[in-house]
């Protein structure tokens, strides 16, 4: 199985700052990866696939950027309401996916 | 709009049945698409458990392959989950989801808890 290494698990930032989180797969996933954001009481959002592709309703001030083994979520000028749980997924292997540990965003 | 609502017993007792159901509204699960289920444990691991297509076939992790089968009834647009022989390391929050081309999941469910105890 590829494994995920997501850094920061926890990271506290402030509105208007730019975030960057971290994903590692173990061994080379091309652009198979997904961002998510989780909020407590809400369904879970895709955020981003293949690696930099916005998904339809995704504000701007997200992004991400990689390819092969190293990737990255960026949130720029951050709003009240982008502080959640995100989590890294690959879907290189076709009938298995796996997830980062997820990384958790706080109000500084 | 697709929605995705879980449902089932939030408690179920060591090697007894885990049986969830997932209701979906707004798309049929015949059409296209696969349907997965994925549980987030206690600590906020995410774990793929497998999936059922829209032709019916179905794919599992291999970790969770003897213990659990997905099926489904096309005419409630329903599938389901059944873990067998549960443990209390199977108390997670138990989510289904959609996924496609990319096979990244792009509709889910807001998740139900199931804790196992006796």
């Known amino acids: 199985d590829v494994q995920m290494t997501q850094s920061p698990s926890y990271l506290a930032a402030s509105p208007g700052e730019s975030v960057f989180i971290s994903c590692k797969a173990s061994?080379?996933?091309?652009?198979?990866l997904a961002w998510y954001q989780q909020k407590p009481g809400e369904a879970n959002k895709l955020l981003i696939y293949?690696?930099?592709t916005l998904q339809s309703g995704t504000p701007s001030r997200f992004s991400g950027s990689g390819s092969g083994t190293d990737f990255t979520l960026t949130i720029r000028n951050l709003e009240p309401e982008d502080f959640a749980v995100y989590y890294c997924q690959q879907y290189y292997e076709k009938h298995m996916y796996t997830f980062g540990a997820g990384t958790k965003l706080e109000l500084k | 709009e697709v929605q995705l609502q879980e449902s089932g017993p939030g408690l179920v007792k060591p090697s007894q049945s885990l049986s969830l159901t997932c209701s979906v509204t707004?798309?049929?699960?015949?059409?296209?698409?696969?349907w997965n289920w994925i549980r987030k444990f206690p600590g906020n691991k995410l774990e793929w458990m497998g999936y059922?297509?829209?032709?019916?076939?179905?794919n599992y992790n291999p970790s969770l392959k003897s213990r659990i089968s997905i099926t489904r009834d096309t005419s409630k647009n329903q599938f389901f989950l059944q873990v067998n022989s549960v443990t209390t390391e199977d108390t997670a929050t138990y989510y289904c989801?959609?996924?496609?081309?990319?096979?990244?999941?792009?509709?889910w469910g807001q998740g139900v808890m199931v804790t196992v105890s006796s």
């Open positions: 989801a959609r996924s496609g081309s990319p096979r990244a999941f792009d509709y």
């Open positions: 293949s690696g930099s």
């Open positions: 707004g798309y049929s699960i015949t059409s296209s698409y696969r």
């Open positions: 061994k080379s996933i091309s652009n198979y």
């Open positions: 059922i297509n829209s032709a019916g076939s179905t």
